[in-house]
Nanobody, 124 residues
Framework: QVQLVESGGGLVQAGGSLRLSCVASGRTLSRYVIGWFRQAPGKEREFVATISWTGGNTRYADVVKGRFIISRDNFKNTAYLQMSSLKPEDTAVYYC?????????????????WGQGTQVTVSS
């Protein structure tokens, strides 16, 4: 099975940018749909973005559309989430997830493999 490790989180001022990485091991990433989710304190985990096997199909939550970009490099077994124009409400633990489904999904129930998460804190 695939193991996922996120990195790139940190503290940033509002309006700043961060790039999260999700490195896969154990299996090649190219066979998996990748999703990014986040969970803020006291809130449920929510969908952020997802990308198909080849990267040709992407979907975003409305709250991040136009600010975040999901991408992947299957040769490096890595997926990315480029976050720009960050807002304090983007503060959360961000999780990378992988699915063997043939299509992208915004539901966390569709993902069987999860990383440990990386903290993103946006100060005002």
């Amino acid at each position: 099975q695939v193991q996922l490790v996120e990195s790139g989180g940190g503290l940033v001022q509002a309006g700043g940018s961060l790039r999260l990485s999700c490195v896969a091991s154990g299996r090649t990433l190219s066979r998996y749909v990748i999703g990014w989710f986040r969970q803020a304190p006291g809130k449920e985990r929510e969908f952020v973005a997802t990308i198909s096997w080849t990267g040709g199909n992407t979907r975003y939550a409305d709250v991040v559309k136009g600010r975040f970009i999901i991408s992947r490099d299957n040769f490096k077994n890595t997926a990315y989430l480029q976050m720009s124009s960050l807002k304090p409400e983007d503060t959360a633990v961000y999780y990378c997830a992988a699915s063997l489904s043939y299509s992208t999904s915004s539901s966390d129930a569709g993902y069987g493999y999860w990383g440990q998460g990386t903290q993103v804190t946006v100060s005002s």
